[in-house]
């Protein structure tokens, strides 16, 4: 019978489909019903209904989490309840299983075990809550005992008494755990293996009075009761605040809530024949086409991914379990051929018959997604299109992360080896904890986590930190699936180092390391490296030129690079830039003491003619820069920003006296002059204040010495045989008056530089639009640019009305209570300043048919906004040069739709 009152009543008013059975040669879901069933029920489905073997059970959809929650945010029901009618079906559901299995929940003739898994549409790897053997009891333990031994019996109860009554009660784990620990001292043992049936069967006992002292009750034994709150539980671990964390970090947003995944228990503690494991079809740090996994004889699931017990390499199964491993081989091929996709299994062999509990497709590094694509599609599994669609954009921010420069140069100081569960380098100063790492992180410290073993509760310190490193776990724990998901560096299952977490310290044979000392990983060997050592960018692989040539047939958004330098240029074509465009000009004035120099004797220039000796000062400088950039973009368009920012920027910092007394060195003016000019350039607000164009209205010399730089050094350019096709960018326009009155200027001078040089070179003059009122007024403003830039940066903060410099003080609070789903200056706002960015398009393109369009801000290089410029119609995006490759990705994504 159900629990009093713990289904709060009769039928739905709307009775849809809410519990979907699977087993046996039947299925009522299938893998395309992720939504509802999330990841792990619809492939538990899709597995049964091409005839493997997956133990039977049922999924409770995630809709039905969803009226879960709003039951419980609307208060009307009894804590706890489960929306009505929803009992009603998993107790249906419930009897095709004991059909199917010929045995019973609670039958201690006939034990019926069970296991309760979360599962998302969107696979969040320990997230989210788990419970085994559910259903044991002292009647039903002893029937099992009799159906199999009395120790498995009892080892299977004492598990789920700590499981249950951490999960489902919030009892924690540490109190179970001091007992076993207690319990194997007392006897002298090391592993939970040599404990025998006495000892499990006291371990038990004390197990039950943890649940008295703890929660002033006994341990619930109806097994109804067990799974009702075992479901609930896994409702209510949607909104832990370890799986919250990992939606924000992951930008996870728009699912309905967890499913619930509720199947017979199959044990692979059973004895030597025995066993459990979890394996990937392919290697996901490299992609080599190789069953890539780990075993344990004698051994739960939890035992493996939980980093209890360090497992085998899944080959030792092919000599102790040879049937099964063959049978499992076979399995791996079906689904990859089945699924098009590098798979991640989880399977238990009970008495040498395999069991498939889990697939799914298979996190990666960026190495091996890169790999596996090209891989798949010289295997004919699919085509080049679908290998785009494979490869996350992250996966190609991975590839351009640092390594160490020489591996060989730091032998000598490598202070331990663990298992290499992620690849790349890393460098950081140590922490023992996840909130000290988000902390040091904040402050722009680069940190390495090290722990023992991982949990789901240090998500925000493992994304936080450069690297981690733990001294207990396999190539499948938690520490080493979540870091490869995110392509960070991680260095698992390191047996030789200590943690002492109450002392924060870790001790590596004679070695004491404190909190803030210098470590360095390598996660594509394993190294433990005593010190900060030297990174330097990583090589590209041929693997990755052959899909990049993929992706640049498909996306139909151009993709430029926001480049300062002529090395930054180069960089951005060499990852597949298609011109710059952004070059920012205030960032050369800062290269040298004589630049910057010149640039403050040009602010404190109190009138035309001092001030024009400054620029004069400058200009070869300029012109410099600009043929350095014409010649590294040869034969693709340059878009050069005329100064933007405000002018205080280029004072030197400290109080007020250092800088009189600094500027003092620089110009030839009084110290009270230097002062009353600094007095005249103060703003209440510089960001809205004396910038952008307004400079240049203001000083049209400063706007006439960047035109003839730029004019100049592409006259210069092109004599010596480079093709260069120069773009002049007004900023921070907000009228049509401000840009005619730049683009006056910027013409004489173009037609005074062409004269002088008897010749022409074609060039463009356009706006950034970064003002919302240029937005709206577009049409007007198209008359005279020929092309839009959006800086995108300003035109977030003037649309929110936050400022980017102080953002920070409420920012977090807003993330954490959902006010925002994403940082607006990280991931670009496009149902309200899309909609400046689709009104300015199409109305400067009703006023100009041939208008070119494209974003210069750092949402260029972020794949979502990515995929909105494109469908916005949109002709290119400019990023920073190491996100070139991510925004190509990423257009060619929305091509495909």
Known sequence: MAPPAAHGGGATPEMTQRVFHFGKGRSDGNKTMKELLGGKGANLAEMARIGLSVPPGFTVSTEACQQYQQQQQAGGAAGGAMPPGLWDEVLAALRCVERDMGAALGDPARPLLLSVRSGAAVSMPGMMDTVLNLGLNDDVVDGLAGRSSRRFAYDSYRRFLDMFGNVVLGIPHSLFEEKLEAMKVSKGLQNDTELDVKDLEELVAQYKNVYIAAKGEKFPSDPKKQLLLAILAVFDSWDSARAKKYRSINQITGLKGTAVNVQCMVFGNMGNTSGTGVLFTRNPSTGEKKLYGEFLINAQGEDVVAGIRTPQELDAMKECMPEPYAELVKNCEILETHYKEMMDIEFTVQENRLWMLQCRTGKRTGKGAIKIAVDMVNEGLIDPRSAIKMVEPRHLNQLLHPQFEDPSSYQDKVIGTGLPASPGAAVGQIVFTAADAETWHSQGISVILVRTETSPEDVGGMHAAAGILTARGGMTSHAAVV????????????????????????????????????????????????????????????????????VDEVKQLKVMVNADTPADALIGRKNGAQGIGLCRTEHMFFSSDERIKAMRQMIMADTTEKRQEALELLLPYQRLDFEGMFRAMDG??????????????????????????????????????????????????????????????????????????????????????????????????????????????????????????????????????????????????????????????????????????????????????????????????????????????????????????????????????????????????????????????????????
């Open 483 to 550: 870091a490869r998901g995110w392509g960070k560096c991680c260095v698992a299952g390191c047996s030789s180092i200590h943690v002492n977490d109450a002392e924060k310290v870790v001790v590596v044979g004679d070695r004491v390391l404190c909190e803030g000392d210098w470590l360095s990983l390598n996660g594509s060997t394993g190294e433990v490296i005593l010190g900060k050592l030297p990174l330097t960018p990583p090589s590209l692989s041929a693997d990755l030129e052959i899909f990049m040539s993929w």
């Open 636 to 897: 693709l368009p340059v878009t050069i920003r005329l100064l933007d920012p405000p002018l205080h920027e280029f004072l030197p910092e400290g109080n007020i006296e250092d800088i009189v007394h600094k500027l003092s060195f620089h110009t030839t003016s009084t110290q009270e002059e230097i002062l009353a000019r600094i007095e005249k350039l103060s703003e209440v607000n510089p960001m809205l204040g004396f910038r952008g164009c307004r400079l240049g209205i203001s000083y049209p010399e400063l706007t006439a010495m960047q035109a003839r730089a730029i004019f100049e050094a592409a006259i210069a350019m092109n004599e010596q045989g480079f093709q260069v096709f120069p773009e002049v960018m007004v900023p921070l326009v907000g009228t049509p008056q401000e840009l005619g009155q730049q683009v006056s200027v910027i013409r004489q001078v173009a037609d005074t530089v062409f004269a002088r040089a008897e010749t022409t070179i074609s060039y463009k003059i356009g706006s950034m639009i970064e003002v919302p009122r240029a937005a709206l007024i577009a049409d007007e403003i198209a008359e005279l640019a020929e092309f839009f830039s959006f800086g995108t940066n300003d035109l977030t903060q003037m649309t929110f009305g936050y400022s980017r410099d102080d953002v920070s003080k409420f920012l977090p609070t807003y993330l954490s209570e959902g006010i925002l789903q994403h940082d607006p200056f990280e991931v670009f706002d496009q149902k309200g300043v899309g909609e400046l960015v689709k009104i300015a398009t199409e109305r400067g393109r009703r006023a100009r048919p041939d208008l070119e369009v494209g974003v210069c801000g750092e949402h260029g290089g972020e794949a979502s906004s990515v995929a909105f410029f494109a469908k916005a119609g949109l002709d290119y995006v400019s990023c920073s040069p190491f996100r070139v490759p991510i925004a190509r990705l990423a257009a060619a994504q929305a091509a495909l739709g």
